[in-house]
């Protein structure tokens, strides 16, 4: 169907745009800004901070005008107001300037404007429209109303006292993520954004995949900022620092040192890690090879031999959490298998310390995730501990990686490109596509049809069906006349449909209409995680998707169990079988159980 | 202080289910929670929130933005003065002020003995008695500060 | 035994001033005289609110009217009136302009109210829906589901010029047309019973004196529009109103005029009602679309407006209750009737409440077009106490000050925004010297501030900030610079605040820097409040040339503030002093006052 | 009741309308009207109520008929009671306590004579009567 098409007028210029287009993207056609603060492409326009309106030019009512168009003496917010055929809109005059400048220096005037200290200076939108506008003073009095920060999850910290209330957090929580967490609470200039009943975070809904502190524009949510216990295991010269970096980091990494948004950096990165002080550095993609047997050989296992269908991928731990909570009934689903993260970590702290005669209570292993809820991962219960000790010591996001580098003077830009170390470092193009919707999903297909079939590959190694941006795939896909039934699930709002549609097929008591289900909590699956650097929005999404896919097609390898390193892990040290494969290693290491949990979990 | 939890009463349990197939129907429900138990206790926000399947903190964004529905008991009498502009311009305020004084108690809280609570309202609509103060329900109009005592004391005689 | 006259005089204040005291004692001197004392009562009355013209004398079972009556006038009234039965022409009150109001209005001359809305209470039985089918209730229904079409119900209401009386004043009709053009479906048609204004309860009234009205005049829009469902959006702390919509709906249903098929017409209309929890922001239309949904009641961005996309995203109309009143009227009356009511661009009456410094606060209607003037002192009966009136206030948090220098502005819309107030939902509060404007100021933006949803920022700080600017400046410590920024918020409030409660929260504002600033520049330079307000600004002062040196004041003084030796004038110490009062209360000699 | 068509309607409202004027005017019935909206209630519509009812019964007054209606607005002078009696003009009284209540049933109703200081005047004309 073809969009109709429409004209106005934006600032004397005649613009034409689809119909249902915003005042704001239509000027944004015209080549006009029109600023903003509380919009994000993302999200339904809130229409909150009044920063974006425009005047509209209406037909005078005097007739002494003869129609003559004069300014209408209401402003128009630009983010959520329709663009309309024969409009007439100024988007910049003196008037309109100042009533923004006004707005501003209001937000301005309740905020604690402590750029320095702020983890968001340089990324803040505040900030940067603040600049834009060249406040140099506030005229009204500062008035910051303090509220004491909520640090009680792991993954996240709610700093209310730097809140402009646009409601990005709440929108993000209840309609992408479908978590409910986040409310506005309270009216007026008392609300906040907070849990209901007056819990912390930890006791909420909350399953931390921290997209809130992604789409906050200033410092109010952030992730919980573990680089000073990094820094300190550096400096213990007892410790054996290792570091795994997640799929996602490589192609986001960049951003942080002006790089463009896809840019592949995986080299730079294992360098940089090496001058930090790190002695080995490790790659997830490696353990998320090592996920694709086990997780493979289960979905096989309960595939031929009828074990509880479908299976749900295990790897998004804010995936798990929600599931615990509001999906209880599907922990049968669930694949045993834990995430790359936690194997490798296991495997680094047993295997490798074996191999190289080191202590595994003297090893600190820190994984850089593009994730805040990884940060609650690693204790979120005793299986996380599979080597007598927490597994993985810290967890640090995309983002707390950047700043260690910028504090370690290291010119990022213009490393080298290095390799990861052995025994845990090298990965097949599988191991990297975990990083997008649809990746491990895709990486399973093409292990689980060689396995099957006993085939080398498979007709096509690309299955482009479980790719994209739609919010839910759903494919059947033909090996070799056994026909697999696959959804693939990102941005935890669109699972709901999927888990309901398997409850319907329970209830109906017929086979469930998918065998295989993937899901990630984040838009986008692990490249538009909560701990990435901020401001993503699908255009970045798109770039670091693309970045993703590059590093998959250069790789001489793409199917998970021809990596060499794991074939070595299984011969060497697992008894050459996984975990369904009733390997009892791989079961004891790289294995998990999963529970029911309360939505909110109240202490009192 | 331990609190007691409140448990849902049958008649509301009832009522909440005949409204469930309805609309919009977060707001009449907790208007009858209110009813019911003077406030909205914490543990009969989580039964409505199943019952209904809202979600919790829908339900308590809706609670903290409406001035009608309160978190915490009010006390057995509740003072509630009218702050229209009829009753400000005739000396509301300094009604309010004087039972804030006298039961020592600030805006929105309770004696520490339950009796009293005090509350500042939007108009009434009496605004021929200005300035107001409704107790459970009694008018007392055309107020000054000096009648303040004896209204405490003629609520504290009744126990 | 019965008489067989009544002479009413009225004893409001006003009138008695006037020397209505005096006319009484004439009445029963000259009644006695012509032997009439026992066939003719006289009463001294209430006021009978025309105190312009006072003293005024009435006469019943006649019912004829005399304005200014003297002393003198009395024997001739007893002789030509009583005696006779000839009305006294002379006193009367000023027969043509009579003439000419009852000919364009068909008011009777005394009376300055005339009552649409307002028809049926203090008449009815509330609770009676019999009560209200006598008085033609129900009439409208009749003809408008058998006689009329949904357009020509419409077209008539455009006619009528009726507009929507909850703030703006949009036309209803196009409201209806609006809604109306929107494809068939499932519409609704809403009524705001949320009245919020502090200091107005016209719609609490009309409910609970006369709830039928609402549910006919629902039912014809419903017709009109399309919608088969309604709700009645009320405020939850009208608990007589709710039981009084509660029984009315309940009767009218079991009498067929509300639900399925209503009188055999093949037209269904249902009525729910649904509270507001005490959130004035719920006023706004689509807030209060927000709240019948069960959500927080955050206004959203217009367009798409209601009628087109409303509750549940169908097209809903909004009416208050003032004006769904109106409605089964025009429909009776016909819209011809209406359009001679009011001024030629506002139409028909408004109920005002009216409160403050005014001798009879109440629930008024006049027509549009009447002053400030006759609502205040003709109908108000003028100020309380024998104060001087120094401004109106209209249309509550959002409307603005009103000062004398417009009190024979006829009321409508576009004159009252004119001078910078609006006029709102109906409350009309009158202010004396007593009342300090900054302070008024204050009192409603701390309402604004409380009620405002939080959802924009130029509200929620903008009104914050104002509100302690004019803290500052009513605790002496204001400077000139803060008109600026009060007037700079001011403006930013207004152009990108979201909803109409943010667009007009400064307006108290602006209309009192506008004709009042030589009171705030008293406040921030002079340090002085005129009217005794603001406590921290009071100065109490002892005149030494009163003071005897009785040293009273100093003994009663709670902070030790004021010193002097015996028999020598005292002085207060200004530091010190915490402006209690007690000294100028103590003070025999009236030496002490305070300014 | 059963549901009405159009013509109970009309029947009803004519019988309705009938039953009205004759109280207004053959006069046969006294009738006392209580205003009972928030403010008159507020200001002791209710307490005049009940003294009304009891000086009516203390007086074995059979002939009374009592009943409420809505605000007419005269909230200054709350509790507002309209009293009409036989031969004599309907009058509204203002600020009719207990007291005044029982002066309306003895001084008013049985002794045909209007109360000093407490009359009120209705506020409009009725716009329902007029042609």
């Known amino acids: 169907m073809e969009t109709e098409m429409i004209t106005l007028e934006i600032n004397g210029k005649t613009v034409e745009v689809p119909k249902g287009t915003s005042i704001l993207n239509a000027a944004k056609a015209a080549h006009i800004k029109i600023p903003t603060l509380c919009y994000h492409p993302d999200l339904r326009a809130g229409a909150s901070c009044g920063i974006c309106v425009v005047r509209q030019l209406v037909p005078s009512r005097n007739p002494a005008d003869n129609g003559r168009l004069v300014p209408s003496p209401k402003l128009l917010r630009a983010c959520c107001t329709e663009a309309t055929a024969g409009m007439h809109i100024v988007t910049h005059d003196p008037d309109i300037v100042q009533v923004r400048k006004t707005v501003l220096e209001l937000i301005l005037a309740n905020h604690p404007s402590d750029c320095l200290q702020c983890p968001r200076s340089g990324s803040c939108e505040l900030q940067s429209i603040a600049a834009d506008f060249g406040i140099r003073e506030i005229p009204f009095p500062k008035e910051v109303v303090h509220h004491e920060p909520d640090k009680s999850t792991p993954s996240i910290v709610l700093y209310p006292d730097k809140c402009i209330k646009c409601g990005r957090c709440a929108e993000v929580c209840q309609e992408m993520q479908n978590v409910w967490a986040l409310e506005f609470i309270g009216r007026g200039e008392k609300t906040v954004m907070q849990p209901a009943a007056g819990v912390p975070l930890n006791e909420s809904p909350c399953i931390k995949c921290g997209q809130c502190s992604a789409h906050c524009p200033v410092g109010a949510i952030y992730e919980n900022d573990e680089t000073a216990k990094v820094w300190a295991a550096l400096r213990d010269p007892e410790k054996t620092c290792l570091v795994q970096i997640a799929p996602a980091v490589r192609v986001a990494l960049g951003e942080a040192f002006g790089l463009e948004p896809g840019a592949l950096t995986t080299g730079k990165i294992y360098a940089a890690l090496r001058m930090l002080g790190f002695d080995k550095v490790f790659d997830t993609n490696f353990s998320a090879d090592v996920t694709i047997m086990e997780e493979g050989t289960e979905f096989i296992k309960r595939f031929t031999e009828g074990g509880t269908l479908p299976l749900l991928t295990s790897c998004c731990p804010a995936w798990t959490d929600w599931m615990e909570k509001y999906a209880p009934d599907f922990t049968e689903n669930f694949s045993s298998a834990k995430s790359p993260q936690q194997m490798l970590s296991a495997l680094a702290k047993s295997y490798w310390a074996d191999k190289n005669g080191v202590d595994h209570t003297k090893i600190h292993v820190t994984s850089i995730m593009p994730c805040t809820a990884k940060k609650y991962e690693i204790s979120r219960d005793e299986n996380m501990s599979a080597t007598g000790t927490q597994d993985t010591d810290v967890v640090l996001t995309t983002r707390e990686l950047a700043r260690m580098i910028k504090a370690a003077g290291i010119d990022f830009n213009d490393l080298p490109e290095e390799k990861a170390d052995d025994l845990l470092g090298a990965y097949t193009g599988a191991g990297t596509i975990f990083g997008v919707t649809g990746g491990v999903m895709e990486a399973a297909l093409r292990t689980a049809y060689c396995l099957i079939t006993g085939e080398a590959q498979p007709p096509s190694i690309d299955f482009k069906e479980v790719r994209g941006m739609e919010g839910v795939k759903t494919a059947t896909i033909d090996i070799k006349g056994t026909k697999v039934n696959i959804a693939v699930a990102h941005q935890m709002g669109n699972v709901e449909k999927i888990i309901n549609e398997i409850r319907e097929d329970r209830k109906n008591g017929v086979k469930p209409r998918y065998d295989f289900i993937e899901v990630m909590a984040c838009r986008g699956g692990c490249i538009g995680g909560g701990g990435q650097p901020c401001l993503a929005t699908d255009a970045v999404r798109a770039k670091r998707t693309a970045g993703i896919y590059t590093d998959d097609e250069k790789s001489t390898l793409r199917m998970s169990h021809l990596n060499p390193q794991v074939q070595a892990l299984y011969k060497d040290y697992l008894d050459g079988k996984t975990g369904a494969q009733g390997g009892e290693k791989a079961h004891h290491l790289l294995h998990t159980k999963y529970h029911k949990r309360d939505v909110y979990q109240f202490k009192a | 202080m331990s609190k007691k939890l409140e448990t849902m009463t049958p008649e509301l349990r009832a009522f909440i289910e005949e409204w469930k197939a309805k609309p919009g129907n977060l707001i009449m429900v907790l208007h009858r929670v209110q009813q019911t138990y003077g406030y909205i206790p914490r543990e009969i926000a989580i039964e409505t929130s199943k019952i209904l399947d809202v979600p919790l903190a829908k339900i308590y964004g809706v609670i903290t933005f409406y001035n009608f529905f309160r978190l915490q008991k009010a006390g057995k009498y509740n003072v509630q003065v009218c702050l229209g502009t009829a009753c400000y311009l005739r000396g509301g305020d300094d009604i309010i002020k004087e039972f804030e004084r006298q039961l020592g108690v600030g805006l929105n809280a309770t004696t520490d003995d339950g009796m009293f609570s005090v509350e500042a309202v939007r108009c009434l609509g009496c605004c021929g008695l200005a300035p107001v103060a409704v107790i459970n329900g009694e008018v007392h109009g055309k107020l000054s500060s000096k009648d303040v005592t004896g209204i405490i004391k003629q609520y504290r005689d009744r126990g | ?595 | 009741m059963a549901k009405l068509t159009l013509e109970d309607l009309r029947r009803l409202r004519g019988e309705k309308q009938k039953a009205m004027e004759m109280r207004d005017a053959s006069n046969k019935d006294v009738q006392v009207i209580v205003g009972m909206g928030t403010c008159g209630i507020a200001a002791g519509a209710k307490d005049t109520f009940t003294a009304l009812v009891n000086a009516i019964s203390d007086k074995g007054l059979t002939n009374v008929l009592i009943r409420q209606t809505g605000c007419m607005g005269l909230c200054h002078s709350e509790p507002t009671v309209e009293v009409v009696v036989p031969g004599m003009p309907t009058v509204i009284y203002g600020n009719v306590d207990a007291a005044t209540a029982k002066d309306v049933v003895e001084k008013h109703i049985v002794g045909h004579q209007l109360i000093d200081d407490k009359i009120l005047d209705r506020p409009s004309i009725d716009i329902v009567k007029e042609a």
């Open chain 3, 1 to 595: 035994m019965a008489y067989e006259s009544y002479v009413l005089v009225c004893g409001g204040t006003a009138c008695c001033s006037g020397g209505g005291t005096t006319v009484v004692e004439a009445f029963k001197k000259e009644l006695e005289a012509a032997g009439l004392k026992d066939k003719v009562q006289v009463v001294v009355t209430g006021c009978l609110g025309f105190c312009e013209q006072g003293p005024i004398v009435k006469i019943l079972p006649q019912g004829t009217f005399y304005v200014q009556v003297k002393a003198e006038d009395v024997k001739e009234i007893v002789a030509e009136h009583l005696v006779k039965g000839r009305v006294v022409q002379r006193l009367c009150y000023d027969p043509e302009q009579a003439k000419k109001l009852v000919a364009e209005a068909n008011i009777p001359f005394y009376q300055k109210q005339y009552r649409i809305v307002l028809r049926n209470c203090g008449i009815i039985d509330p609770e009676k829906i019999e009560d209200y089918i006598a008085r033609d209730g129900y009439k409208a229904i009749e003809k408008v589901l058998f006689e009329m079409t949904p357009e020509q119900v419409v077209e008539e209401i455009l006619k009528s010029g009726l507009r929507g009386r909850g703030g703006a004043g949009f036309p209803t009709g196009m409201k209806w047309k609006f809604a109306q053009q929107q494809p068939k479906g499932q519409k609704y048609m809403v009524c705001n019973a949320d009245e919020g204004d502090p200091g107005a309860y016209m719609d609490r009234s009309t409910l609970e004196g006369d709830p039928h009205s609402i549910l006919e005049a629902m039912t014809i829009a419903g017709y009109a529009i399309g919608a088969s469902k309604g709700f009645i959006y009320i405020r939850a702390e009208y608990p007589l109103a709710i039981e009084r919509l509660q029984i009315a709906i309940k009767q009218a249903h079991e009498l067929g005029l509300l639900g399925d098929d209503i009188l055999g017409s093949g037209f269904s209309f249902d009525i729910e009602l649904r509270f507001g929890a005490g959130a004035f922001v719920c006023g706004e239309e689509t807030a209060l679309l927000q709240s019948i949904e069960g959500n927080r009641g955050m206004p959203k961005p217009r367009p798409p407006f209601p009628a087109v996309k409303g509750l549940w995203g169908r097209p809903t109309v909004i009416n208050n209750v003032e004006t769904l009143a109106n409605i089964p009227v025009i429909i009776n009356k016909g819209a011809d009737w209406f359009n001679k009511i009011g001024t030629a661009t506002t139409k028909g009456t408004k109920v005002f409440a009216l409160t403050g410094k005014v001798n009879n606060s109440g629930l008024i209607e006049v027509p549009m077009g009447t002053t400030l003037r006759e609502i205040i002192f003709d109908i108000g009966g003028g100020i309380r106490g024998g104060h001087q009136f120094k401004a109106a206030q209209t249309g509550g948090p959002s409307g603005g000050i009103i000062p004398p220098q417009f009190l024979d502005t006829p009321i409508d819309y576009e004159s009252l925004a004119k001078i910078g107030s609006i006029m709102g939902s109906g409350g009309l509060i009158v202010m004396d010297e007593t009342d300090c404007v900054v302070d008024i100021a204050k009192f409603y933006l701390d309402f604004t501030v409380d009620e405002s949803c939080g959802k924009c920022a130029p509200c929620r700080i903008g009104g914050r900030k104002l509100l302690n600017y004019l803290n500052k400046i009513t605790d002496g410590r204001g400077t000139e610079d803060d008109i600026k920024q009060l007037e700079a918020i001011s403006d930013a409030m207004c152009k990108a605040s979201l909803c109409g409660l943010g667009q007009t929260a400064s307006n108290p504002v602006k209309s009192t820097l506008k004709y009042f600033m030589d009171e705030y520049m008293e406040h921030i330079k002079d340090k002085k409040c005129r009217a005794g307000k603001c406590s921290k600004l009071i100065q109490y002062k002892i005149d030494p040339a009163k003071c005897k040196g009785c040293t009273m004041c100093a003994r009663k003084c709670p902070a030790a503030a004021i010193s002097g030796t015996v028999k020598q004038p005292h002085a207060i110490d200004q530091t010190k002093c915490i402006k209690c009062g007690q000294c100028e209360q103590t003070c025999k000699f009236g030496a002490i006052s305070h300014g």
